[in-house]
């Protein structure tokens, strides 16, 4: 079975560090201001990208979401073509912001881990 020991650069270069993630969401969240509307009133940015997989950051419409939470992270796959995942926030402080990137961590390493099993094969 193919992992990281046996192939570190390779896993290096695709498992985004917590860093790295956090600075990519609070850069999409600043990109949203301006991002031009939908025409449903949303706004959408790619977050990050790794294979066919992309992290979005979505500001919902001040119609739709009625009190709710107007942000929605979302990891979405190229390949399905579906959202894999998906976690709604207030305004991304700071314990929102440390959950969403553990949503993404998970999501990079699950990616990755499935990566490596498919070169294997």
């Not at 939470?69 to 399905?80: D, N, Q, R, V």
């Given at each position: 079975?193919?992992?990281?020991?046996?192939?570190?650069a390779?896993?290096?270069?695709?498992?985004?560090?917590?860093?790295?993630?956090?600075?990519?969401?609070?850069?999409?969240?600043?990109?949203?201001l301006?991002?031009p509307?939908?025409?449903?009133?949303?706004?959408?940015?790619?977050?990050?990208?790794?294979?066919?997989?992309?992290?979005r950051?979505?500001?919902?419409?001040?119609?739709?979401?009625?009190?709710?939470?107007?942000?929605?992270?979302?990891?979405?796959?190229?390949?399905?073509?579906?959202?894999?995942?998906?976690?709604?926030?207030?305004?991304?402080?700071?314990?929102?912001?440390?959950?969403?990137?553990?949503?993404?961590?998970?999501?990079?390493?699950?990616?990755?881990?499935?990566?490596?099993?498919?070169?294997?094969?």
């Amino acid at each position: 079975m193919l992992n990281s020991e046996m192939c570190p650069a390779y896993s290096a270069r695709l498992v985004l560090d917590y860093d790295r993630i956090e600075q990519a969401i609070i850069r999409g969240y600043v990109r949203l201001l301006f991002t031009p509307r939908e025409q449903c009133g949303s706004r959408t940015t790619t977050v990050i990208r790794f294979g066919d997989t992309e992290v979005r950051l979505t500001e919902l419409s001040r119609d739709r979401t009625n009190g709710s939470k107007p942000f929605l992270l979302e990891i979405y796959s190229h390949a399905l073509l579906v959202t894999i995942g998906r976690r709604a926030c207030f305004d991304l402080n700071e314990p929102e912001l440390a959950s969403a990137v553990e949503f993404v961590e998970h999501a990079t390493r699950t990616h990755v881990h499935s990566l490596l099993l498919h070169l294997h094969d």
